[in-house]
């Protein structure tokens, strides 16, 4: 079978817990690409709130993912490749990041709640607090066919979803 094209930016998303730090560092390992965590491109504010319990808003969230687009553009355009770890839960906040662009594909982290509270559960020293994760399930929008995405199971070793990962994107060898 043919290879596709090899994006510039991977965007590892899903709900708080899903693993998106985890794989998308170690995909960007597999890849020799550069990863980034999302997370550090949220205004102090948005921290803050959810140390505090409270979710964020649409207007919350605005700001904290074109910040992210813009940083998918500079590496694109200096011809670099980076895996992103973003939650994008809403369709509309991942139209931010993607942006009509070809080179940016999705990574959907698709796990059951009671699995991910467990995870949570026994995570130490982050400042998203687990009563947030069913507010992150009520928020969530799966991405659709027309997306693109490759959805992969989170309920397996993490090698072996970067196995899975990779395998679906089927890249070019370079
Ligand atoms: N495949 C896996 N198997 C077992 N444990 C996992 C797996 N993936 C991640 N974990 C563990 O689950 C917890 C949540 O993972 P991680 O912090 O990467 O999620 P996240 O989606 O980045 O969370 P957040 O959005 O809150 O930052 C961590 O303690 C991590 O070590
Ligand atoms: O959209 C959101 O509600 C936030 O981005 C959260 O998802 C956190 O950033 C992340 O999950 C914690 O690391």
């Known amino acids: ?8 930016a991977l965007v590892v998303m899903g709900v708080s817990g899903s693993g998106k730090s ?11 690409w550069r990863y980034e965590d ?11 709130k959810m140390s505090a319990g409270h979710p964020l808003t649409d207007e919350d969230r605005w700001p904290w993912l074109q910040a992210i687009a813009d940083e998918i553009d500079r590496v694109c355009t200096s011809g670099a ?13 991942r139209d931010v990041l993607v942006h009509g662009r070809d080179d940016v594909r999705i990574v959907f982290l698709d796990g059951m709640q009671d699995l991910i509270a467990a995870r949570l559960a026994a995570r130490k020293g982050h400042f998203m607090p ?13 991405p659709g066919s027309n997306e693109r995405p490759i959805i992969v199971s989170i309920d397996a070793p993490v090698e072996a979803i970067v ?5 679906q994107l089927n890249l070019v060898p370079q």
Do not use: W
Not at 163 to 167: E, G, Q, R, T
């Open 1 to 8: 079978m043919v290879g596709s094209k090899t994006p510039c």
């Open 81 to 93: 490749h980076v895996v992103i770890a973003c939650s994008a839960l809403k369709r509309a906040y």
């Open 22 to 32: 985890t794989i998308a560092d170690h995909l960007a390992g597999r890849l020799g």
């Open 130 to 142: 687990p009563g947030l994760l069913a507010s992150q399930f009520g928020t969530l929008e799966r």
């Open 38 to 48: 999302g997370d550090r491109f949220h205004p102090p504010g948005n921290v803050a």
């Open 163 to 167: 196995d899975d990962i990779v395998s």
